[in-house]
């Protein structure tokens, strides 16, 4: 029999279907969700019930955790940059990166698929093709797995990990449910991004669950369709005209920001007229962020890091186009998590 999964659920959707399995022992059923989320624990017996109701919850529901495979870290300026691998029950991996915020505070790039179809060319991840979507459960568990056995402060999570958030939109948006969820986790929708390479039918997906607080972010990298098609293969299906419609569409609040993501390239993305484009791209958006991304070399490099003085040249068009820009401090180059 498949167990039901307790942390890929809400504390109202255990509650319910502990309701309609158990004969006893359901009105438990929001605690041990709490002591699940929160103490990473999974105990019937600690809230003094009886072996038969215990034995009636674990036949029932289930609470494991991947197993951690690897963690490396690389020491910043504010804090270290951590990369640790999970093994599925499957025994495929995936990867999550805790990144230091500054004054204490941690975000945790999740996964949400192994591997990835959508072959930007500048991505590690890319080159794996898709193997398969992660369910809720395994989204959540790499929040679970670096709060409860790695001890991390996670504050933030962001959807930015191995994979396309919004080509999983089912799985990802139940996690975003389950995170958010007040009974629990109670994560703010503030403090949880989506980031996609531009998946217009997601974006219209995502606007359809009235998460009017979360943040979204897209990986541009260029604005005009030529070089974009080459690089970003989505761009063959969804062109640049298609995805600013979708973005236009997509007002979940009055001052709603959209982070535009854009990893300079040198000699591919880096000219002027780029930084023009990246303007006239955003112009009808209203209110953006650019986050400038110094391109980090893999394994098998598409072009070199950029110097710090291309960067900075970049930054003064996209400002000069009147864009709002911050650089995205590359962080964790020695862990390939930037
Ligand atoms: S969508 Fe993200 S994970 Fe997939 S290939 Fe592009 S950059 Fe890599």
Not at 54 to 73: D, I, Y
Not at 118 to 144: K, P, S, V, W
Request: charged share 20%; hydrophobic share 40%; with cysteine.
């Amino acid at each position: 029999m498949t167990k039901h999964v307790i942390h890929g659920l809400t504390n109202t959707q255990l509650a319910g279907r502990a309701r309609a399995l158990l004969p006893r022992g359901h009105g438990f059923a929001r605690r041990i969700h709490r002591q699940v989320m929160l103490d990473g624990r999974f105990e019937p017996e600690s809230f003094g019930l009886g072996q038969q109701a215990c034995t009636a919850w674990r036949s029932q529901f289930s609470f494991e955790l991947p197993e951690l495979v690897t963690v490396q870290s690389d020491e910043g300026d504010c804090g270290a940059t951590s990369k640790m691998v999970l093994r599925l029950r499957d025994g495929l991996e995936v990867e999550s990166v805790c990144i230091p915020m500054g004054r204490g505070r941690y975000t945790l790039c999740v996964s949400s698929q192994v591997g990835c179809k959508m072959g930007c060319a500048f991505c590690e991840t890319g080159r794996m093709g898709l193997l398969r979507h992660l369910t809720a459960d395994e989204i959540i568990a790499q929040l679970l797995v670096a709060r409860h056995r790695l001890g991390w402060p996670i504050r933030n999570v962001v959807f930015m990990g191995m994979g396309e958030a919004l080509d999983n939109a089912r799985h990802v948006f139940q996690a975003l449910r389950v995170l958010n969820d007040e009974a629990s986790l109670a994560i703010a929708q503030e403090r949880l991004t989506i980031c996609t390479v531009g998946h217009a039918a997601g974006i219209r997906l995502l606007d359809q669950q009235g998460l009017k607080r979360l943040n979204l972010s897209i990986s541009l990298n260029a604005a005009n369709d030529v070089l974009r098609s080459e690089i970003m293969p989505i761009n063959r299906r969804t062109d640049l005209a298609e995805l600013q419609q979708a973005l236009i569409a997509y007002r979940p609040r009055p001052n709603f920001a959209l982070g535009v993501n854009y990893c300079l390239l040198p000699g591919i993305n880096d000219t002027r007229a780029d930084a023009e484009a990246v303007a006239e791209f955003c112009k009808p958006l209203g209110r953006v962020l650019v986050n400038l991304i110094p391109y980090n070399p893999g394994s098998v490099p598409l072009t070199r890091a950029p110097e710090e003085v291309e960067v900075e040249r970049f930054i003064a068009w996209l400002r000069a186009e009147g864009l709002p820009v911050r650089e995205r401090v590359t962080k964790g180059r020695k862990v390939m998590a930037a």
